[in-house]
């Protein structure tokens, strides 16, 4: 056998730096001592847990500089629904089991605090059979088909 000779070989290495390190307070701080350019900026909403961006109506409010509130339900409104629903025997959970919403949505309509969605008046109209909307507020709903004299 022929005579090997092995030298020992260290290789250091350092491992490159993650994205979350680079972003870290230190690593900006090192940037800044060393003259290099540093970007910051901040994000609106950032660690945040919201699902939604804020609506129109949200922005609308916003730029504005009086007290302004949204449009609630009038308080006739949540009397009409309560008549209804009492007409029926129903109560409020009733009611909101039938029209697929939470009880506390038919509370807040019977008591004018909701701001009103058209989807859930015209659920709520269909539910009871009175009208909720329009001119001819209380009356009867007229079945779909019918024609009005």
Same mark, same amino acid.
């Given at each position: 056998?022929?005579? %090997?000779?092995?030298?020992?070989?260290? *290789?250091?290495?350092?491992?490159?730096?993650?994205?979350?390190? /680079?972003? %870290? +307070?230190?690593?900006?701080?090192?940037?800044?001592?060393? =003259?290099?350019? *540093?970007?910051?900026?901040?994000? &609106?909403?950032?660690?945040?847990?919201?699902?939604?961006?804020?609506? /129109?109506?949200?922005?609308?409010?916003?730029? +504005?500089?009086?007290? /302004? @509130?949204?449009?609630?339900? #009038?308080?006739?409104?949540?009397?009409?629904?309560?008549?209804?629903?009492?007409?029926?025997?129903?109560?409020?959970?009733?009611?909101? #089991?039938?029209?697929? +919403? @939470?009880?506390?949505?038919?509370?807040? &309509?019977?008591?004018?605090?909701?701001?009103?969605?058209?989807?859930?008046? =015209?659920?709520?109209?269909?539910?009871?059979?009175?009208?909720?909307?329009?001119?001819?507020?209380?009356? $009867?709903?007229? $079945?779909?088909?019918? @024609?009005?004299?």
């Amino acid at each position: 056998m022929s005579e %090997s000779d092995w030298d020992t070989v260290t *290789v250091l290495r350092k491992k490159p730096q993650k994205s979350s390190q /680079l972003k %870290s +307070e230190q690593a900006v701080n090192q940037a800044r001592r060393s =003259g290099l350019q *540093v970007e910051t900026s901040s994000k &609106y909403g950032a660690a945040t847990n919201k699902q939604h961006g804020t609506s /129109l109506n949200t922005a609308k409010l916003d730029r +504005e500089t009086e007290e /302004l @509130k949204h449009e609630k339900v #009038t308080v006739d409104v949540g009397r009409l629904i309560q008549k209804g629903r009492q007409s029926k025997g129903w109560t409020q959970k009733d009611l909101a #089991t039938h029209i697929n +919403e @939470k009880p506390q949505v038919i509370q807040e &309509y019977e008591q004018g605090k909701a701001v009103p969605n058209q989807n859930v008046l =015209g659920k709520i109209e269909r539910a009871i059979g009175l009208r909720l909307r329009g001119k001819d507020k209380g009356q $009867p709903l007229q $079945p779909p088909g019918s @024609k009005k004299k």
